[in-house]
T-cell receptor, first 114, second 114 residues
């Protein structure tokens, strides 16, 4: 069964460093998403991406964040200068089309900023 | 704004039914979802219900939606040890599609007693 994959599974970084989180969505999916979950808190929507541009973004997704689809398979989330409060689990998701019930999630990347 | 609330823990005996409850605030929600997260894994879509439905059944899972009270529940019949996980309620207000993110609750930890 096709699935969303994410790398790395864990990342530790120093405050102020840049990190890139990688995702490979399901191959025939057209919509891509990033969510984050700070420990003990809710899963929060960050951004959605369609047709090589951002479709929607939340107020969390400020100028420190960017997304890119550098090739036909990868979807990345870059955090330019990490802060302590960026420590969280980051989930990538993808969906085939415009119907919401088909969002499939990856296993997540746990980011720890020291 | 949208908000989704769930109780944090539910403990049931193996073989009993589990009922996980969720309340939401946005009356314009179009789709409501239940996701399951096992330790170390991503979010797995269990089931969803469209806002014009009251009930949906899928094998051991029954979803009930009370739009008047903005209350959603997930019933798991004959709960097994493999059902032990965190269950997230989520809503989408996207009217029939689009790339809007989902709004999640904090998740309910389902604990199975032997």
């Amino acid at each position: 069964e096709p699935e969303v994959t994410q790398t790395p599974s864990h990342q530790v970084t120093q405050m102020g460093q840049e990190v890139i989180l990688r995702c490979v969505p399901i191959s025939n999916h057209l919509y891509f998403y990033w969510y984050r979950q700070i420990l003990g808190q809710k899963v929060e929507f960050l951004v959605s991406f369609y047709n090589n541009e951002i479709s929607e973004k939340s107020e969390i997704f400020d100028d420190q964040f960017s997304v890119e689809r550098p090739d036909g398979s990868n979807f990345t989330l870059k955090i330019r200068s990490t802060k302590l409060e960026d420590s969280a689990m980051y989930f990538c998701a993808s969906s085939e089309g415009r119907v919401q019930e088909t969002q499939y999630f990856g296993p997540g990347t746990r980011l720890l900023v020291l | 704004g949208e908000d989704v609330e769930q109780s944090l823990f539910l403990s049931v005996r193996e073989g009993d039914s589990s009922v996980i409850n969720c309340t939401y605030t946005d009356s314009s929600s179009t789709y409501l979802y239940w996701y399951k997260q096992e330790p170390g894994a991503g979010l797995q879509l269990l089931t969803y219900i469209f806002s014009n439905m009251d009930m949906k059944q899928d094998q051991r899972l029954t979803v009930l939606l009370n739009k008047k009270d903005k209350h959603l529940s997930l019933r798991i019949a004959d709960t097994q040890t493999g059902d032990s996980a965190i269950y997230f309620c989520a809503e989408s207000i996207s009217p029939g599609g689009g790339a809007d993110g989902l709004t999640f609750g904090k998740g309910t930890h389902l604990i199975i007693q032997p």
